[in-house]
């Protein structure tokens, strides 16, 4: 059981991480920046820091060090607990020829997608336990252009079918589960209307989605420290609460989140905060023109 985190990440990711120990009733420190160079720097900086704070256990956060394979055996070598994928996981996503080999047992294709009809960016934000249960927490479409220039992205994804649900979920179990994954990661796909599931990547660590954040049944960073240190999912489907929007302001890169009980609501209150002269400056970007039809047929 883990006691005490080093919390390897900054600023609003690491402050999460943070809280999210001490409301699992684990203490928590922030980790100075490690700005050594190289793998073995990075992991001495590490190893050394947890030991002057009597941690346990440290959580690399959801960036590149996450992912890197050779800190993590090392800080396991010393016998710390790693709050990240397990080295063998962490270098099986990295060989994209044994993920596809993961997907195309699943029964789909690694190409991108180029069936009839609309051609969409769907990603799968997912929780993986060491029993090898895999749960779609979220889907998110975030699919340039055809949404409507304000669009950044929304959750759960529109217009998939059951068949299409099913397809998705099927791939990130195998993907998942044959890399002996464990925490989160995000598998991502192109969705024809009329046509197949294709399958691109996956990632290790969170979808960083505003959207997905606001319709997921669960805290995925509180579930991530759970599954790591042991405690099996509890459930194997997740149902969405709502749906979100968001939109980029004034052609800007800041957004706004948009929620509501079912879609048709949130377009309404999209078009609504994109009129309000304190958002969207009483009309959007003459670039990114709102086109709320557009959404409707975009399936």
Same mark, same amino acid.
């Given at each position: 059981?883990?006691?005490?985190?080093?919390?390897?990440? @900054?600023?609003?990711?690491? $402050? @999460?991480?943070?809280?999210?120990?001490?409301? !699992?009733?684990?203490?928590?420190?922030?980790?100075?920046?490690?700005?050594?160079?190289?793998? +073995?720097?990075? *992991?001495?900086?590490?190893?050394?820091?947890?030991? %002057?704070?009597? $941690?346990?256990?440290? #959580?690399?956060? #959801?960036?590149?060090?996450?992912?890197?394979?050779?800190?993590?055996?090392?800080?396991?070598?010393?016998?710390?607990?790693?709050?990240?994928?397990?080295?063998?996981?962490? /270098?099986?996503?990295?060989?994209?020829? +044994?993920?596809? &080999?993961?997907?195309?047992?699943?029964?789909?294709?690694? *190409?991108?997608?180029?069936?009839?009809?609309?051609?969409? /960016?769907?990603?799968? %934000?997912?929780?993986?336990?060491?029993?090898?249960?895999?749960?779609?927490?979220?889907?998110?479409?975030?699919?340039?252009?055809?949404?409507?220039?304000? =669009?950044?992205? %929304? *959750?759960?994804?529109?217009?998939?079918?059951? %068949? #299409?649900? *099913?397809?998705? @979920?099927?791939?990130?179990? &195998?993907?998942?589960?044959?890399?002996?994954?464990?925490? =989160?990661?995000?598998?991502?796909?192109?969705?024809?209307?009329?046509?197949?599931?294709?399958?691109?990547?996956?990632?290790?660590?969170?979808?960083?989605?505003?959207?997905?954040?606001?319709?997921?049944?669960?805290?995925?960073?509180?579930?991530? =420290? @759970?599954?790591?240190?042991?405690?099996?999912?509890?459930?194997?489907? !997740?149902? &969405?609460?709502?749906? &979100? !929007?968001?939109?980029?302001?004034?052609?800007?890169?800041?957004?706004?989140?948009?929620?509501?009980?079912?879609?048709?609501?949130?377009?309404? /209150?999209?078009?609504?905060?994109?009129?309000?002269?304190?958002?969207?400056?009483? +009309?959007?970007?003459?670039? +990114?023109?709102?086109?709320?039809?557009?959404?409707?047929?975009?399936?």
């Amino acid at each position: 059981m883990l006691r005490k985190v080093l919390v390897a990440d @900054r600023g609003v990711t690491g $402050a @999460r991480i943070v809280r999210t120990c001490e409301d !699992l009733g684990l203490s928590a420190v922030a980790a100075a920046a490690c700005e050594a160079t190289g793998s +073995a720097a990075t *992991a001495d900086a590490l190893v050394a820091a947890a030991d %002057e704070a009597g $941690a346990d256990a440290v #959580h690399p956060g #959801h960036g590149p060090l996450a992912c890197d394979a050779s800190v993590a055996a090392a800080v396991l070598d010393h016998g710390l607990a790693w709050i990240g994928p397990q080295p063998s996981a962490a /270098r099986r996503l990295l060989d994209s020829a +044994a993920v596809r &080999a993961s997907a195309a047992r699943a029964g789909v294709r690694t *190409a991108v997608g180029a069936g009839p009809g609309p051609v969409r /960016r769907v990603d799968a %934000e997912c929780l993986a336990d060491a029993a090898g249960t895999v749960v779609v927490v979220s889907t998110r479409d975030r699919t340039p252009g055809h949404l409507g220039g304000p =669009i950044v992205e %929304e *959750a759960p994804a529109p217009f998939l079918s059951g %068949e #299409h649900e *099913a397809v998705l @979920r099927g791939v990130c179990t &195998a993907v998942l589960r044959d890399a002996g994954y464990v925490g =989160i990661a995000t598998c991502s796909f192109t969705v024809s209307g009329a046509g197949p599931v294709s399958f691109v990547d996956v990632a290790a660590g969170p979808a960083r989605s505003r959207a997905v954040e606001q319709v997921a049944d669960v805290d995925v960073v509180f579930e991530h =420290i @759970r599954v790591v240190d042991g405690h099996p999912l509890t459930y194997d489907r !997740l149902p &969405a609460h709502g749906h &979100a !929007l968001a939109l980029r302001v004034c052609g800007g890169a800041d957004t706004i989140l948009v929620f509501g009980a079912d879609r048709d609501v949130v377009l309404r /209150r999209a078009a609504d905060a994109l009129e309000d002269p304190r958002v969207g400056g009483g +009309a959007p970007p003459a670039a +990114a023109p709102w086109q709320p039809d557009r959404l409707a047929e975009a399936g």
